[in-house]
């Protein structure tokens, strides 16, 4: 009679101790992601006060994209080995090619289509307001730098736990958690309920969408960071036309 060999290892067991593998795989990457994205937001916060600044973006928009793009280098030189076949030379150029349009349709919506949309009441907004709620055209261009660098340290996120053959479903989980949670911190700033509840469900949607964008389809960091970029966008129109000005108050 052939004994088929029980494991003597319990199901519990065996699945933390799964959960413990996949943190020990990506537990360098995740931490080096957080103290880059730590850093980045504190440094941000300390030159606005030194400057004296009300808005970095808007009041200093030169300086604070000059400032992300810096974090965005750092962050491909830190995670060169997990980007390496990203950053050869000819899948950049392709990345840039199809990047392209993406960044011209925005920028025509930001010079063409956020001028007409009606200003915003000091009334209805709420108190403590993000910064795009009042800004002009020029808070887009070190948001978009930002948007940038905080692609890159995703990519390096997805690629690592595909790299340690973590199923593409479990991938999104990890990024709705990760992207979803770090947006709560947006409470910590004292923005409203509503404001802090709206960009981490849609944050948490968006880690969901991401693995699949960056594994299964081509030039995937032109679909993500279209997609991020599209829903600031999205958002500024919202906002604007909600909390317009009213008629009677021109």
């Known amino acids: 009679m052939t004994v088929i060999p029980v494991s003597t290892q319990k199901p519990d067991t065996a699945r933390w101790a799964g ?28 030159l606005v006060e030194a400057l004296s600044l009300d808005s970095g973006y808007d ?44 960044l011209i349709a925005y920028g025509a919506f930001v010079a063409f289509a956020l001028p007409l949309l009606p200003d915003v009441s000091v009334f209805r907004a709420p108190p403590n307001p993000p910064e795009f709620m009042f800004a002009s055209a020029w808070y887009y261009m070190p948001k978009s730098a930002d948007i940038l660098f905080q692609q890159v340290i995703v990519a390096a996120i997805v690629l690592c736990a595909h790299r340690a053959r973590i199923q593409l479903r479990m991938i999104s ?3 709705a958690v990760l992207f979803g949670g770090f947006h709560l911190t947006l409470a910590l700033d004292g923005f409203t309920a509503l404001y802090v509840a709206r960009f981490t469900v849609a944050a948490s949607i968006f880690g969901l ?21 599209g829903f600031y966008a999205l958002d500024a129109v919202v906002t604007h036309l909600v909390l317009a000005v009213p008629p009677w108050a021109m």
């Open 173 to 175: 989980l990890i990024m």
């Open 209 to 229: 969408v991401i693995p699949w964008l960056y594994l299964r389809t081509r030039h995937g960091f032109r679909w993500t960071y279209g997609l991020h970029w």
């Open 19 to 46: 959960v413990a593998s996949l943190l020990w795989a990506m537990g360098p990457t995740l931490t080096l992601v957080a103290v880059l994205w730590s850093v980045s937001s504190r440094g941000y916060y300390e």
């Open 59 to 102: 009041d200093a928009p030169m300086l604070f994209a000059g400032y992300y793009l810096g974090f965005t280098f750092i962050a491909l030189f830190a995670f060169r080995q997990l980007l390496a076949a990203q950053l050869n030379g000819r899948i950049l150029i392709g990345h840039a090619t199809a990047l392209a349009p993406i």
